[in-house]
């Protein structure tokens, strides 16, 4: 497996969700030089968030070739293709399987592509456990200056190697800066699938939302959905706003809109959310932002994430006109909105490092996660268990896939499986859920 620092590299990206596939590809591309003909291959985790096609092509980041696999052949595939650099860009448990699972897979060979793995956006939980799940790759991508200082602390606080940690940016920024107000003036609500969780938090948002556009008719209000019913994201959306908003009086000026991220920005004029990544690009591009405190502050809305960013507002606030004005050393540790220049060249460090490591003679050296059978033998084999793993990274007899590809029955099988899964999580659990409570 010839690994080279040519100017036409091989980039593989494995990821779960669409969110995911979206940094993962756009991270891939940021850590190769410009001047270089890059060669993208996609590998779609199959699971409950495996992106339709609908949302690839509104993610908008094509690959020279896109195929949906299991862990083993994933794992399978990369003993047998060459390539110079694979992110990772999967949920914390799925990346910690993968290394082991490809440290087993080049087991012997020094000849390997360097590995990335990072998060997609704003790291407000469970941050040691995600940490050291994603511990073992020879990149792990923090987002901001902030990000970066935290993530050493986390790895040397446990004594792992923190020589991985390198600082870059969200690589989905960008876009033209915002250069005042549109006619008419838009107001855009970036929802979330999970935050907040329940429908009678998630209600109050949307009535609040068409109370702002009863109030301000010379205003354009939209609802930025993430996806269609019975469509999954990196999180799950039991109570989708767009079911919700159904059967309602809705205003002339209230619409519900899907469509990339990036171009319903460039109509904004003031984003409001409760903790969505959505107002780290808004903040980039100078756009007003605000993020709600109506539910409160709290670390389980992610909006917590935001104190001291100047950008903490409520709907009553918003209705009688407050217009936020963001923390500029809050905003710079972030990595945003640091000029043109400035994020161009944020990606600078983890392509010098990645250059580093293929261009070393003796090659690269094994991949050592920091939990083994050793440090976390009460953990660790369950995280591999679900991805068909053994404790040693050895696929689990009966594992799918293992031998064969799946035939015509078996994916009509998995579809429909599929499908029962996301029914189940938006339809039938709500309900169960509520006759609990009763």
Known sequence: ??????????????????????????????????????????????????????????????????????????????????????????????????????????????????????????????????????????????????DAERFRAVYEGVGADASAVTEVALPFLGGAPYEGEHEPYTVVFAAQPSVPESRKD???????????????????????????????????????????????????????????????????????????????????????????????????????????SGCLASWDQLDAGHRPVPDEEWVSRQGVAAGGESYATAFDAGRERIAELLARPEGLVPLTPYYTTETAPGYLPGILARHHLGPDGTPLPGAPAADKAPGPVRQIVRRAARGAYRHGVQRVAPVIRRMGEL
């Open 202 to 308: 998630r209600t109050y948002l949307l009535n609040r939302l068409i109370q702002h556009a009863r109030k301000h008719p010379e205003r354009e209000v939209l609802l930025k959905l993430r996806s269609k019913p019975g469509e999954h994201t990196t999180h799950i959306e039991e109570l989708p706003y767009q079911k919700l908003a159904q059967g309602s009086d809705l205003p002339a000026n209230f619409k519900l809109v899907y469509g990339h991220m990036g171009e319903v920005l460039d109509r904004t004029d003031l984003l409001v959310t409760v903790s969505s990544t959505a107002a780290l690009e808004a903040l980039h591009r100078r756009i007003p932002t605000v993020v709600l405190t109506d539910l409160g502050i709290r670390e389980m809305l992610g909006n917590h994430h935001f104190v001291g």
């Open 1 to 146: 497996m010839p690994v080279s620092a040519t100017k036409s590299p091989r980039v593989a990206v494995l990821a779960d969700s669409d969110t995911r596939w979206k940094w993962g590809a756009l991270t891939a591309k940021r850590l190769i030089p410009a001047d270089s003909d890059i060669r993208l291959d996609g590998y779609l985790l199959r699971g409950r968030a495996t992106p339709t096609a609908r949302q690839l092509k509104e993610v908008g980041v094509p690959a020279d070739s896109l195929r949906e696999v299991t862990a083993v052949e994933f794992l399978r595939a990369m003993g047998e293709e060459s390539y110079d650099i694979l992110v990772l860009s999967l949920v914390g448990g799925g990346v910690q399987a993968m290394l082991h699972g490809l440290r087993r897979v080049w087991d012997g060979s020094a000849e390997r592509p360097v590995v990335v793995t990072g998060y997609v956006g704003v790291v407000y939980e469970k941050l040691a456990d995600g940490l050291l799940l994603r511990h073992g790759a020879d990149l792990v991508l923090a987002n901001s200056r902030q």
